[in-house]
Antibody
Framework: QVTLRESGPALVKPTQTLTLTCTFS??????????VSWIRQPPGKALEWLAL???????YYSTSLKTRLTISKDTSKNQVVLTMTNVDPEDTATYYC????????????????WGKGTTVTVSS | SYVLTQPPSVSVAPGRTASITCGGN??????VHWYQQKPGQAPVLVIY???DRPSGIPERFSGSNSGNTATLTISRVEAGDEADYYC????????????FGGGTKLTVL
């Protein structure tokens, strides 16, 4: 059974750095083609993709946030970590991590299993 | 980056068919995936590769993709289908490769 669980602080002050951890089980991020993504959703708003890391340690970022984001993985711990620097109240959101399985066709990346999400509030 | 356009809302009576569109430039050349999100819950994959259903998703959910429009179709709509629906593509030519549509709120009348 594939599961993912997000963890991190519920409250962060503006200008601080936010560190979120995705702990997963039931699959290996060493498997060719496998990826894990981070997605967020501000209250009442749409899903926004943030970053992903693949089995080969390649990383992709949202162009609007790439200067503030860093994604990394610890394969031995089955964890993916996302850091976001210089947070702002607009970063208040529920943050999800999700598995992206090896695509059957080129370019066919999607998210088949999601964590429940962790809610982060940015406020002084 | 690639842009996906969805209608903000769609309404349908129980038992009827709902169609939710996702527009994008030549989207028919890409694989489109759909997610259902109920209030307070994480998204759930309902359609992948345009028209494939994950195990556990009812056959009432189907998808198609051609030209500049992909469509999620829900037949015999039930009250439990009321949710937000998001389309998603992977744009390998972009430095922002993963894109979501803005979401569609499906209301069951």
């Amino acid at each position: 059974q594939v599961t993912l669980r997000e963890s991190g602080p519920a409250l962060v002050k503006p200008t601080q750095t936010l560190t979120l951890t995705c702990t997963f089980s039931g699959f290996s991020l060493s498997t060719s083609g496998m990826c894990v993504s981070w997605i967020r959703q501000p209250p009442g708003k749409a899903l926004e993709w943030l970053a992903l890391i693949d089995w080969d340690d390649d990383k992709y970022y949202s162009t609007s946030l790439k200067t503030r984001l860093t994604i990394s993985k610890d394969t031995s711990k089955n964890q993916v970590v996302l850091t976001m620097t210089n947070v702002d109240p607009e970063d208040t959101a529920t943050y999800y991590c999700a598995r992206m399985p090896t695509p059957a066709i080129a370019g066919g990346y999607y998210m088949d299993v999601w964590g429940k999400g962790t809610t982060v509030t940015v406020s002084s | 980056s690639y842009v996906l356009t969805q209608p903000p809302s769609v309404s349908v009576a129980p038992g009827r068919t709902a169609s939710i569109t996702c527009g994008g430039n030549n989207i028919g050349s890409k694989s489109v995936h759909w997610y259902q999100q109920k209030p307070g819950q994480a998204p759930v994959l309902v359609i992948y590769y345009d028209s494939d259903r994950p195990s556990g998703i009812p056959e009432r959910f189907s998808g198609s993709n051609s030209g500049n429009t992909a469509t999620l179709t829900i037949s015999r709509v039930e009250a439990g289908d009321e949710a937000d629906y998001y389309c998603q593509v992977w744009d390998s030519s972009s430095d922002h490769p993963l894109v979501f549509g803005g979401g569609t709120k499906l209301t069951v009348l």
